[in-house]
């Protein structure tokens, strides 16, 4: 079936959102097309009657909040607009790009002090972006769920590969050890496709990666329409500059964001409002380094030194105009963008781990660099990505010996293997571990 909808774990968060008695208004938060709207819909049939109002598309409604945000006023003339009773416990009322309505996040906070009665879900690509605004910004008022491309284990249950979802969530690692060549051969589809719902989808039906790659770039075009359209003009090229930069920066041995990479003589001043911008839409993630394994590690944060991603792996393939050959059947040229694409992955799937804080370390004597450290709780953890089977962890070995008491995580092509001071996890298996 075309366009079927494809299960995320935020519909289990969503429902049990809405089952509960002292629930706030909830807002989604993601960039474009990651899939906020199918989810609420999706949520939709759990009520009787469902109210969807898109500020983008039906610019008229927006005045409704510029008259005034009273929850009963707003509930009455959507109602009459839209035809459709709006009736506490019955009525999803859905919020679409929230951001184009004026006073629309204000709203948000009068439905949770005077009507905490109604289901309200709010959705936004550009929600980051609007706070900036002169917008009241609902603080303590609102739930919030963060939206982004399908993780591996969700990529694996979409094109039919449940069972090996469920034999990854169990950890039986002889057993996983088992089917690695095909979990390896799903892991670099997943690479190429990515997890851009649409994207997704097609590939289900047609298996067509020539379709996988038009459709990434449709996504990349689009999101180069939204710079024009939303962000202050004089810092669109510059914008660009940095979105356009991120798969060179990662490419690189040291993968360390560099100004110079992406201008001759640039300086952090000059791009440093483009890279926020990109970060409040979703589009890019910042990584920073930390100076020690110290809790909180964001205490020892390093704010002139990050690391920048892209949200999609497909997409950034897409970006580098990457041939489905060079990653599904492999090849000697490639093998430098490889470690790119494999750090790029794991920290996509880092991102849906809810609690999670991700830095870098790298020491000041360049005698080494962590991949990522990670804090959950009270624990730290330090992670090293391999591209391949190469077991070399010199830095990761050199960090956990440095610091007693932490436990090194590497994850690799190879198969599960525990050493007293590190265990190797197969790279497919990393949305499992944490």
């Not at 009787?48 to 598309?57: A, I, L």
């Not at 500059?241 to 003589?265: C, D, H, T």
């Not at 911008?277 to 890019?284: E, K, N, Q, S, T």
Request: hydrophobic residues 40%; proline residues 4%; aromatic residues 12%.
């Amino acid at each position: 079936m075309e366009n079927e909808y494809l299960y995320r774990k935020i519909d289990d968060q969503l429902l049990a959102w809405s089952k509960e008695s002292k629930r706030k208004p909830l807002l989604v938060r993601g960039a474009r097309q990651v899939g906020k709207s199918s989810a609420i819909k999706n949520l939709a049939q759990h009520f009787e009657y469902f109210v969807e109002v898109n500020f983008d598309q039906q610019k008229e409604v927006c005045t409704l909040f510029e008259k005034g945000i009273s929850p009963q006023e707003i509930c009455e003339n959507l109602s009459l607009i839209y035809n459709i009773p709006i009736i506490p416990g019955k009525t999803l009322l859905f919020f679409d790009e929230i951001q184009e309505a004026p006073r629309g996040l204000t709203a948000l906070k009068y439905f949770q002090e005077k009507a905490p009665q109604y289901h309200v879900v709010a959705a936004g690509s550009l929600l980051g972006i609007a706070m900036h605004s002169n917008d009241s910004f609902p603080v303590g008022k609102v739930d919030f769920m963060d939206l982004y491309p399908l993780s591996f284990s969700e990529f694996l249950e979409a094109v039919g590969q449940e069972a090996f979802a469920r034999l990854l969530a169990k950890k039986d690692w002889g057993l996983i050890a088992a089917f690695r060549s095909k979990l390896i051969d799903l892991l670099k589809q997943y690479y190429y496709v990515g997890g851009m719902p649409e994207v997704v989808n097609a590939f289900i039906n047609h298996k067509d990666y020539a379709e996988v790659r038009q459709l990434q770039q449709t996504i990349l075009d689009s999101y180069d329409r939204d710079f024009s359209k939303h962000a202050p003009i004089a810092e669109v090229p510059r914008i660009r500059m940095i979105w356009r930069s991120v798969p060179a920066q990662l490419a690189k041995e040291n993968k360390k964001f560099i100004y110079g990479v992406v201008k001759e003589g640039a300086r952090a001043k000059d791009f440093e409002l483009a890279i926020e911008w990109l970060i409040d839409a979703g589009l890019i993630y910042k990584v920073s380094r930390v100076k020690k394994a110290g809790i909180p590690l964001s205490a020892y944060e390093d704010f002139s030194a990050f690391k920048l991603f892209l949200l999609d792996t497909g997409l950034m393939g897409a970006m580098s105009g990457l041939p489905p050959q060079a990653l599904l059947e492999g090849n000697v040229l490639f093998s430098d963008y490889k470690g790119a694409i494999t750090e790029q992955y794991v920290l996509q799937q880092l991102k849906s781990v809810k609690g999670l804080s991700i830095y870098y370390w790298s020491s000041d004597t360049s005698r080494g660099e962590l991949d990522f450290l990670l804090q959950k709780d009270v624990s730290v953890i330090p992670v090293e990505v391999k591209a391949e089977e190469n077991l070399q962890s010199k830095s990761l070995r050199f960090f956990v010996e440095k610091n007693a008491g932490l436990h090194g995580v590497r994850f690799s092509m190879s198969d599960y293997r525990k050493q007293e001071w590190m265990i190797n996890y197969p790279l497919y298996s990393v949305g499992y571990i944490l």
